[in-house]
């Protein structure tokens, strides 16, 4: 399976864009890019999902490498709500029903 | 909807006893999924089932583990007999079948953290 590597930890001020990149150089082309993230003491939640083309929802943006091998995700202004470890997964179109998680990158938010 | 939901939040038991977590899906969701949460290990998938049928049970970790989903709306994680090393927080998740809204994604309850002493 491919698998992603992203940084441990990153660090924002409140109401500033975090941008958090991930790398999945041995993506396929049947791969999505999927992405969750985890508040404390809750379950992981959608954030976002592409294939080829950025996107946009009300939560983030993502932006995806021309060459797939990398993408980033985009919090336009973060707000102390948005503390939490999130996760860049790569979804098999194939394998549809599994979602493997790494370790994600713990985002610090501070006022 | 009032989301997945996961009974009980909390559970300690002594090692060697049975051991039952429960799940209740979102309604109208065909899939349901079964992930335990660790310091060392992360987030794994332990199995998933589509209208009620275990699709990957791979991820169970061993005899000890069993799942079954009875009907539509309501599936059991069962460990027995138990022990320390399976403390942890688990996680139930459902989805929509593919090619209906919200299909993407995976709606996850709020846990249930076991402690095996």
């Known amino acids: 399976d491919a698998k992603t590597t992203q940084p441990n930890s990153m660090e924002s001020n409140e109401e500033e864009p975090v941008h958090l990149p991930c790398n999945h150089s041995t993506i396929s082309g049947t791969d999505y890019i999927h992405w969750y993230r985890q508040l404390p003491s809750q379950g992981p939640e959608y954030v976002i999902h592409g294939l080829t083309s950025n996107v946009n929802n009300r939560m983030a943006s993502l932006a995806i490498a021309e060459d797939r091998k990398s993408s980033t995700l985009i919090l336009h202004r973060a707000t102390l709500r948005d503390a939490a470890v999130y996760y860049c997964i790569l979804r098999d179109a194939a394998s549809w029903g599994k979602l493997q998680f790494g370790a994600g990158t713990q985002v610090v938010v501070t006022p | 909807d009032a989301g997945v939901i996961q009974s009980p939040r909390h559970e300690v038991t002594e090692m060697g006893q049975e051991v039952t977590l429960r799940c209740k899906p979102i309604s109208g969701h065909d899939y349901l999924f079964w992930y335990r949460q660790t310091m060392m290990r992360g987030l794994e998938l332990l199995i998933y089932?589509?209208?009620?049928?275990?699709?990957?049970d791979s991820g169970m970790p061993e005899d000890r583990f069993s799942a079954k989903m009875p009907n539509a709306s309501f599936s059991t994680l069962k460990i027995q007999p138990s022990e320390p090393r399976d403390s942890a927080v688990y996680f139930c998740a459902s989805s929509p079948l593919a090619g209906q809204v919200g299909s993407d994604t995976q709606y996850f309850g709020p846990g249930t953290r076991l402690t095996v002493l």
């Open positions: 089932f589509n209208n009620n049928v275990p699709i990957d």
